[in-house]
């Protein structure tokens, strides 16, 4: 079974353009979650959605931020516009009850 | 809120030995999940272990084991055999009630797995 797909896998950017970060959940999961990883900040949760629908979204940093879930099997995290403090590991993670899997992350470097 | 402490920054083993990793959490909840994740250097999260605040039995997966202690409010992971590929960062992270498995994560636990 596939497990949760990310892309791009690594997207470098310039301050001020836009970035959408993709996410396939894994089939038959209902939960879908955004994180974000930094040095300093550790692991972050950002958005999560239960059933395609907006739960809690008291993580994401500020209204350049964005998600969108329009269908069960797929999610979308956007920055507009990007800025260098953006430069993170961010990852998309489902669940169905209690264990979350995450897929592999998307590195984004904003320069 | 709910919180996770790890306050093992980094942690040494010899291979084939046995090693604990310390988790504590904090809350006021019945009910609650605790989870830990492996993140080797490739970046990957990989859940390995779950235990359920109701579970009697301490939860095992292999070579991974949990030891809970409810009144202590610790749930500490043990890896026993230690093996190379064990060297990773590990997360202990906690799941609040009624919250479609929202997680919090701690810090983390660096192991590095020595010959």
């Known amino acids: 079974d596939a497990g949760v797909i990310q892309s791009p896998r690594h997207e470098v950017t310039e301050m001020g353009q836009e970035v959408t970060l993709r996410c396939k959940p894994i089939?038959?999961?209902?939960?879908l979650f955004w994180y974000r990883q930094t040095m300093m900040r550790g692991l972050e949760l950002l958005i999560y959605?239960?059933?395609?629908?907006?739960?809690?979204d008291s993580g994401m940093p500020e209204d350049r931020f964005s998600a969108k879930m329009p269908n069960a099997s797929f999610s979308t995290l956007k920055i507009q516009p990007s800025e260098p403090r953006d430069s993170a590991v961010y990852f998309c993670?489902?669940?169905?009850?209690?264990?979350?899997?995450f897929g592999p992350g998307t590195r984004l470097t904003v320069l | 809120a709910q919180k996770i402490t790890q306050t093992q920054p980094g942690m040494f083993v010899q291979e084939k030995e046995a090693v604990t990793l310390d988790c504590t959490y904090d809350?006021?909840?019945?009910?609650?999940?605790l989870f830990w994740y492996k993140q080797p250097s490739s970046g990957e999260m990989i859940f390995l272990i779950y235990?359920?605040?109701?579970?009697?039995q301490n939860a095992t997966e292999g070579r991974y084991s949990l030891n809970f202690q409810k009144a202590r409010k610790s749930a500490n992971l043990v890896i026993s055999a230690s093996q190379l590929g064990d060297s990773a960062m590990y997360f202990c992270?906690?799941?609040?009630?009624?919250?479609?498995?929202?997680?919090?994560f701690g810090t983390g636990t660096r192991l590095q797995v020595t010959l």
């Open positions: 993670a489902s669940s169905f009850y209690d264990e979350q899997f």
């Open positions: 089939s038959g999961h209902n939960s």
């Open positions: 959605f239960n059933n395609n629908v907006p739960i809690d």
């Open positions: 809350t006021s909840d019945q009910s609650y999940g």
């Open positions: 235990q359920g605040s109701y579970d009697e």
């Open positions: 992270a906690m799941r609040e009630p009624g919250t479609a498995s929202k997680l919090t």
